[in-house]
């Protein structure tokens, strides 16, 4: 009788740890498919324009990285064909890309991994501009005496506003954490179609972080309805601006940023 019963204990026992093993290994499972530490590193990003019936494929945004995970070259179809970033010294990042034609260099001299004077030099037909930047982000800029003023909210950007009225801005701060490698918000940017506006904001050192401050969460212009969604370990999928009052500068009522990692 008393071998019985401990044979019946043993198979409880036995019965116990099996399914704590079968638990385990279930939760182990399911946290690896939803592990969010998975890289947050931008392979590409795809851009379509058009409506609410249709969305037409435009151009991709395809990105490379050095031995030090720094940006070494972004390159698209469409508007431009490639920007290449290069890094010669400590503290220094220069990088170049075609502007309405005009092949634009730019040299930047960096604190704390931040720029804070950077010079776009034009080709033998244009003169060189010096633009200078604070803590946060442009602060003035000397050639063609524009001046951008940036505000901030609980470490969000909140408008900019620059002394030639052409590039007012006001923003509301998502709840999306814009904690990729490369700052998201400077995507609709890309598509602006008023003359000079990606030379004049800095598009390409915006992107890498190299100039200004980036803020904590997608910050959403008041001229955009935003709208996102996510693949299936959380990282954000895909950015659809929609337009709320169309305009001849904007090709398209809907654009869409369509992103991928370099792990899938």
Same mark, same amino acid.
């Given at each position: 009788m008393l071998?019985? %019963?401990?044979?019946?204990?043993?198979?409880?026992?036995?019965?116990?740890?099996?399914? =704590?093993?079968?638990?385990?290994?279930?939760?182990?499972? %399911?946290?690896?498919?939803?592990?969010?530490? =998975?890289?947050?590193?931008?392979?590409?990003?795809?851009? *379509?324009?058009?409506? $609410?019936?249709?969305?037409?494929?435009? @151009?991709?945004?395809?990105?490379?990285?050095?031995?030090?995970g720094?940006?070494?070259?972004?390159?698209?179809?469409?508007?431009?064909?490639?920007?290449? *970033?290069?890094?010669?010294?400590? $503290?220094?990042?220069?990088?170049?890309f075609?502007?309405?034609?005009?092949?634009?260099?730019?040299?930047? @001299?960096?604190e704390?991994?931040?720029?804070?004077?950077?010079?776009?030099?034009?080709?033998?037909?244009?003169?060189?501009?010096? /633009?200078? /930047?604070?803590?946060?982000?442009?602060?003035?800029?000397?050639?063609?005496?524009?001046?951008?003023?940036?505000?901030?909210?609980n470490?969000?950007?909140?408008?900019?506003?620059?002394?030639? +009225?052409?590039?007012?801005?006001?923003y @509301?701060?998502?709840?999306?954490?814009?904690?990729?490698? =490369?700052?998201?918000?400077?995507?609709?940017?890309?598509?602006?179609? +008023?003359?000079?506006? @990606?030379t004049?904001?800095n598009?390409?050192?915006?992107?890498?972080?190299?100039?200004?401050?980036?803020?904590?969460?997608?910050?959403?212009?008041?001229?955009?309805?935003?709208?996102?969604?996510?693949?299936?370990?959380?990282?954000?999928?895909?950015?659809?601006?929609?337009?709320?009052?169309?305009?001849s500068?904007?090709?398209?009522?809907?654009?869409?940023?369509?992103?991928?990692?370099? $792990?899938?």
């Amino acid at each position: 009788m008393l071998t019985i %019963c401990i044979m019946k204990r043993q198979n409880l026992i036995f019965a116990f740890i099996f399914s =704590l093993g079968i638990i385990s290994f279930l939760s182990v499972s %399911c946290s690896k498919d939803d592990d969010p530490k =998975l890289s947050k590193v931008i392979e590409s990003i795809d851009i *379509y324009q058009g409506t $609410n019936k249709q969305q037409n494929y435009i @151009t991709t945004m395809k990105f490379l990285y050095d031995s030090g995970g720094r940006l070494s070259q972004m390159s698209m179809d469409s508007p431009l064909s490639e920007v290449n *970033y290069g890094y010669p010294a400590n $503290n220094t990042i220069t990088y170049s890309f075609s502007s309405s034609g005009v092949f634009v260099r730019v040299a930047a @001299t960096m604190e704390e991994g931040k720029a804070r004077s950077c010079t776009f030099f034009g080709d033998k037909n244009e003169s060189d501009v010096l /633009y200078t /930047y604070d803590k946060q982000y442009l602060d003035k800029s000397k050639g063609d005496g524009l001046t951008m003023t940036y505000e901030w909210k609980n470490g969000n950007l909140k408008s900019v506003t620059s002394s030639n +009225r052409l590039f007012d801005s006001k923003y @509301t701060s998502s709840s999306v954490a814009n904690d990729y490698n =490369l700052d998201l918000n400077v995507l609709p940017q890309l598509i602006d179609g +008023r003359a000079g506006y @990606t030379t004049a904001m800095n598009t390409f050192g915006q992107l890498i972080g190299v100039l200004g401050t980036k803020s904590k969460n997608i910050v959403e212009d008041t001229y955009y309805i935003y709208n996102y969604s996510y693949d299936e370990h959380l990282r954000l999928k895909e950015i659809v601006l929609r337009i709320k009052e169309p305009s001849s500068m904007i090709a398209a009522d809907i654009y869409s940023f369509r992103i991928s990692y370099s $792990n899938k």
